[in-house]
């Protein structure tokens, strides 16, 4: 079975500082993973999804990017951080097990920009 | 982009009530799944479901695609169901398994 990894669970950064998010997974191989965020505990948003190393679509224009630069490692990035960038974002990999098509999530990063 | 909608938004049982949360939604899918958010953020995922009914436990869902709707049913409610119960949905092709997200329900279940 899969395992996914997420790093750190909370961070406070200031306004107009860098943000790097981590996610990386185990017990699976080229597989489709997405970064979601949770504003206010209702309903999350797609941000960036990945099929394969180098690949990222975005969902939302925004402040922040996505790389994948290894094929089990999933990076969330921003260059300068606003307050609305404040949330929890969750990186989630997509199981494929004989064609049940279930997503696992990590445990998030809840972000507060202050 | 497909619309989705839950009901009701909040639910309060006492324990060993049963209940049944509703997902409706806009568009054909070929994905649908839900979820259970404990009050730490873990998010776990209960079914995926397109069509058809399944059970787990004292947990249920059935999906009627043609009709565009799903129904989770809860029996026999503990404190440990808490939380927020999600609905997303996908419509396959070239979204890949990118799934749309419903705004919840919120579960409290007193002792």
């Known amino acids: 079975s899969q395992t996914i990894h997420q790093w750190p669970a909370t961070l406070v950064q200031p306004v107009g500082s860098p943000l790097s998010l981590e996610c990386t997974v185990e017990?699976?191989?080229?597989?489709?993973l997405y970064w979601y965020r949770q504003a206010a505990g209702r309903g999350l948003q797609l941000l960036f999804y990945?099929?394969?190393?180098?690949?990222i679509s975005s969902e939302v224009p925004q402040n922040l990017s996505a790389s994948r630069p290894q094929d089990r490692q999933f990076i969330l990035s921003s260059k300068k951080l606003l307050l609305s960038d404040s949330g929890f974002y969750l990186c989630?990999?997509?199981?494929?097990?004989?064609?049940?098509?279930?997503?696992?999530f990590g445990s998030g990063t809840r972000l507060t920009v202050v | 982009g497909i619309q989705v909608e839950q009901s009701p938004p909040d639910l309060i049982l006492q324990e060993g009530a049963n209940s049944t949360l509703r997902c409706n939604f806009s568009?054909?899918?070929?994905?649908l799944q839900w979820f259970h958010q404990n009050p730490w953020g873990q998010l776990i995922n209960l079914f995926y479901?397109?069509?058809g009914t399944k059970q787990n436990g004292r947990l249920s869902a059935t999906t009627v695609a043609t009709e565009r709707y799903s129904l989770l049913y809860i029996s026999s409610s503990q404190t440990t169901d808490s939380g927020v119960y999600f609905c997303?949905?996908?419509?396959?092709?070239?979204?890949?398994?990118?799934?749309?997200f419903g705004q919840g329900t919120i579960l409290t279940v007193h002792p």
């Open positions: 017990g699976t191989s080229n597989p489709n």
């Open positions: 479901i397109p069509s």
């Open positions: 568009d054909s899918v070929n994905n």
């Open positions: 989630a990999v997509e199981d494929d097990y004989r064609g049940i098509y279930g997503y696992t």
């Open positions: 997303a949905v996908g419509a396959g092709g070239t979204s890949y398994g990118k799934l749309t």
């Open positions: 990945s099929v394969g190393i180098g690949q």
